[in-house]
């Protein structure tokens, strides 16, 4: 039995008149690939907004069912590389280790809550230690992890794991605020002849 989509905040709804575009633009995306078995993996899970947007999509029968990773450090961030402050807004930002710090219950009680309908993974702790863990295939990737080295770290683990056809969407790319994302993409994609293409006010791209 489907849980109770109540749990999920009001402000993801999917109704086409209320929510956000930029949600709807997501989902819309992801039903792309309802054909295409994975899981989905989110590096980031910070507050939770788009993993709930997801499940939500999967409740109200938007989406496939599938597996749900999360991955953070649920410790704030790692160290800043120079690549993270080379913009005005970066330096306005002054984001230092252990900023953003996105407490671990919430992942907790999401995963406790659809424990009987989804299976909820999360990997804790700092992306060099966690992501090698994960075994699976992914459908879609989805980076919202803003310093380079969690781009970097993430791209490196993952992209082989997502399967042909798979969607990788960034957060941050082209994100004056933490531009050390744009150059940790831009440098793993520059030799693989992806496009990258925008959705809403993100950007993605198709594992060939």
Known sequence: ???????????????????????FKRIKLFQTINDLKGDY?????????SAKLLI????????????????????????????????????KRNAKKGSLF????PALDLKKHFK????????????????????GTIAILFLDCDLYI????????LYDKVCPGGIILFHEYKDKVFPGATVAID?????KNIEIEKNGKMYYVIKP
């Open 41 to 49: 993996f989110e590096c980031g899970f910070g507050g939770g907004t």
């Open 150 to 157: 969690s781009y970097k770290i993430s791209l490196e683990a």
């Open 56 to 91: 939500q999509g999967i409740t109200q029968g938007m989406l496939t069912k599938r597996d749900v990773c999360v991955a953070d450090s649920f410790e704030g961030f790692p160290e800043l590389s120079e690549y993270d402050k080379t913009t005005e807004e970066s330096k």
């Open 1 to 23: 039995m489907t849980p109770p989509i109540s749990y999920i905040p009001s402000n993801v709804e999917f109704n086409l008149h209320k929510t956000k575009p930029s949600y």
């Open 187 to 191: 440098n793993f994609f520059k030799n």
């Open 102 to 105: 996105a407490p671990l219950q």
């Open 116 to 135: 009987k309908y989804l299976n909820i993974n999360i990997f804790k702790g700092f992306f060099e230690d966690t992501l090698h863990k994960y075994k």
